[in-house]
């Protein structure tokens, strides 16, 4: 296919309103102009698989061709998605139900679906629970979450009504107490560790390729590709750095984070905006634990060799959130965490270890 080609064939699916905004920004901060930023992502799209959102995100604009090959883009994220998991088991973590239901020694808490499940159950539930999450079964970037006091209804037959709305499809979580250390950074919403593995056999090479009565009886080993920090600001219940959040790095061996935390209006923050609290530097408690949790969950489903782990903090330890079969890639490398502009890809490679 030609770069003529190409590039007509990505401007049909493309928001180009969006793409036009991203190009005058970066016109403004860099004085390229508009034909050589669009023509540049377009480069980028076709060598590293890079959108104009990436192209912006990780300041492309500045790195070199060499720089620029190794970092994670949207696409290369999708061939990893593809390389390392059976499309097949995405279902055990899309659905929560059955997430909960395989990793429920991982969760540390009590749990209920909705639709399906016996009145009876449910309203039991909500007398050991007055107070819970609800989350779509299906839900993503923590939309649709909603805490839940039965005291704010009539009865619990009330409350059991509004659950049970056709057009809801929630499971119930008893709410997580989380640890004092974590809380004083930010207490309004379960501020959580992505920490994201990928599983291998003993010489590097994707769980795929071996035939499937051959992948539980293999001896596998687990890498752990980065770890990091999302922190809620002021949007309560989530942290999710696509809904108003900031991310910052962990040192995967310590525990404490390293840089600055970062919103996704590239807005920095050395200490937490609503509390004051000092981010970088900060040490978590139970993190060995943390990480033996992580690597002994990836070998659950070796068909889903790479997963991003959401792990929250109590005091008796860490715990699941829960778990994502498309890891995502814009948090990992943002270029005030990538001071040397390397990005991520170098960490696929196993071919060493």
């Known amino acids: 296919m030609s770069n003529i080609t190409y590039i007509l064939k990505r401007l049909k699916s493309m928001d180009k309103k969006a793409m036009m905004e991203k190009i005058n920004s970066i016109h403004q901060k860099t004085n390229m102009s508009k034909f050589a930023i669009f023509m ?36 290369r994220n999708n061939s990893l998605v593809t390389k390392y998991c059976d499309l097949d088991y995405l279902h055990y ?36 629970h007055s107070t819970f999450m609800a989350k779509p079964i ?14 704010d209804y009539a009865s619990l037959e009330e409350a059991y009504k ?31 560790v992505r920490v994201v593995t990928i599983i291998t056999t003993k010489d590097g090479k994707s769980v795929l390729m071996l035939p499937k009565e051959e992948r539980k009886n293999v001896e596998l080993q687990t890498h752990i590709i980065a770890a990091f920090f999302r922190i809620g600001n002021g949007k309560r219940f989530v942290d999710n750095f696509n809904s108003g959040g900031m991310a910052a790095p962990v040192d995967v061996n310590t525990g404490i984070v390293e840089k600055v935390a970062i919103d996704k209006q590239k807005n920095v ?6 509390t004051g609290e000092r981010i970088v530097g900060f040490q978590f408690p139970y993190w060995k634990e943390a990480i033996n949790l992580c690597k002994e969950a990836s070998k659950k489903i070796p068909e889903m060799g790479y997963v991003g782990w959401d792990v929250a903090f109590t005091p008796e330890g860490p715990l699941f959130v829960e ?20 990005g991520m890809m170098p960490k696929f490679d196993f071919s060493n270890q």
């Open 40 to 75: 540049d992502m377009q480069k980028c799209a076709r060598r590293y698989g890079a959108g104009y959102m990436d192209y912006d995100l990780f300041e492309m604009y500045n790195l070199t061709d060499e720089q620029r090959d190794t970092y994670l883009t949207r696409g």
């Open 323 to 342: 778990a994502n079969e498309f890891p995502g890639h814009d948090i990992y490398q943002l270029p005030v965490h990538t001071p040397d502009k390397i």
């Open 269 to 274: 923050y050395e200490k937490h905006p609503q």
């Open 93 to 128: 973590f899309q659905n929560k139900d059955e997430f909960n239901t395989i990793f429920q020694d991982y969760l540390k808490r009590d749990w209920i679906k909705v639709k399906g499940t016996d009145k009876e159950k449910i309203i039991n539930f909500m007398k050991k």
């Open 138 to 151: 299906d839900g993503g970037c923590g939309k649709g979450i909603e805490k839940i006091n039965t005291n």
């Open 162 to 192: 509004y659950l049970n709305k056709e057009e809801n499809n929630f499971e119930l979580e008893e709410v997580i107490q989380q640890h004092p250390e974590v809380s004083r950074i930010y207490p309004d919403a379960i501020n959580t």
